[in-house]
């Protein structure tokens, strides 16, 4: 998560844990723990969004996890939602348009 996301996610509801377990958890890393504190809808969100962005193909354990919780128009939404955001991403990062490439990341509290 970036400097730019905390303030939208609190805006949401996220709490400040739910932030910080957003903020330290490893990528495409499943616990108990992380369910617990997101809920299994953001876990699950979550960890489809961490498997999309790191290699692009989805295992069908998390396309099926996300799927109770999204339907067809939903899932593809976010399939987009993903997928256009890692292109503007690297745009960004590649281009470091804002400056903050070098900027390190705040633990939220």
């Known amino acids: 998560m970036v400097i730019q996301h905390e303030p939208v996610g609190r805006s949401e509801g996220l709490t400040t844990n739910q932030l910080r377990v957003i903020r330290l958890t490893p990528s495409m890393k499943e616990s108990a723990e992380i369910s617990s504190a997101l809920g299994p809808s953001l ?41 256009g955001y890692n292109f503007v991403s690297r745009f960004l990062l590649a281009l470091d348009v804002d400056g903050k490439n070098d900027v390190p990341v705040p633990i939220p509290n």
């Open 43 to 83: 876990s699950a969100m979550m960890l489809f969004t961490d498997w999309s962005t790191s290699t692009a193909r989805v295992p069908d354990r998390v396309f099926t996890e996300l799927q109770k919780f999204l339907n067809n128009q939903q899932l593809v939404e976010a399939t987009a939602t993903v997928g």
